[in-house]
């Protein structure tokens, strides 16, 4: 899939590993041009966001009002967690053995109601201000996700900077936007796996060389591109200088055994993989896991939602017939894996030393009404909602903010999607007032916001 005419970075890495062209040591080069810019020492080296597709209920997850009447506060029930005073949903069993370990935001709050328009101001911080429909795609003119910006400011020597997985947010086909590195160009995007790891041909995409291509037809291919004297043609302009050194990086990446190891799943124990759950989204916060720990700097784990077809609706539960009723939807098909794959995820992170210099932040783009609709189903609501964030720094057995007696209005310290950005790139040590430049030129800061100080450490 193009984009404004240049080439994604999964299709660079494909042409990288099958000729050796130009595409990857250009965006290796680019990338080289910047250096981190930091504001402090950096408490945290990686991020993983793992991203509730359609917008998960704050009343039935992390924000319950027991004493709400029952059409606001639904069926479920409040249980105790590790920490004296704070309780979540019963369908969170895990999750609430590691409260100790996270920080609960209550506080959220913005004024888009609309998927597209919602989700790419929290994952880029910027406002989507061009006409869209329910099936507008990425664009160049978009600003770019957080993870583009980390890949721009902290590059990854040796490994890809920024991936998601297992697939775009694009529940009718159409990649949303507000996930590619929009106007700071292709060669930010991030490499998208799009595939299933709870499959048995789960397939990481071209930056695993096939079985079949041996290390020695690599180097062929290689020495090919010199014999046909690309080297000599561009030896003598600036860009030539330097184009070796991009072209063995690319090499390095496509054929290099801790890349491989890396995207390799299944060299996790069975043991492993149940705790994290045999399903998609447990399966990918597992993958997610070895690639941070491989030094990728930030993974977005999406909750699979397909409209119409096999993934069902994820967060996005209105219940308007024929979609299944929101109460039981969330009881049987959301609530369990969530609370597996994020409970396993803080417990291996924490275990592998990894959890302080990791930012691990679960969100939606909007929480659901207070009032349940006439089919028993919530709708949009920015206005108030939550999200949890663990380690690199943050505070942790901790609530932030607070919302008034129906999870509907921010009663202190509401939290912008711009503050949470810039929560996470301070912690980065990222400048987030930083200007980058769209592709007129035009100056925009890094995210607009600030960072939420209470629950730093």
Partial sequence: MRFGGEITRRQGLSVGASAFGLTLPQLLRAESRTSPSTTKRPRAKSVIVLYLNGGPSQLDMWDMKPNAPEEIRGTFEPISTTVPGI??????PRTAKLAH???IVRSMSHNESDHLRAGHWIMTGGRLTRPITAFSRLSRDDSPHM??????ELPSPGMLPFVILPEYVSPRGVPRPGQHAGFLGARYDPYT???DPNLSGYDPGPIIVSDHVSTERLRARRRLIDQLGIRSTVANDAFGKDLETFRTTAFDLVSSPAVRKAFDITAESDQTRERYGRHTFGQSTLAARRLIEAGVRLVQVNFVRHDGSNGGQGYDSHSVPPS???LKWAKDELLPPTDAAFAALIEDLDDRGLLDETVVVMMGEFGRTPRLNRYGGRDHWPGCYSLVL???GVTSGAVYGRSDSIAATPIADPVSPNDVLATIYHQLGIDHRRAIYDRQGRPHVIADGEPIH????
């Fill in 390 to 392: 663990a380690g690199g």
């Fill in 101 to 103: 370990q996270l920080t």
């Fill in 87 to 92: 309780q979540i949903c019963e369908f969170l």
């Fill in 454 to 457: 209470g629950i730093l450490v």
């Fill in 193 to 195: 796996i799009e595939s």
């Fill in 147 to 152: 993870g583009a910006v980390v890949a721009r």
């Fill in 324 to 326: 299944p009723p929101h």
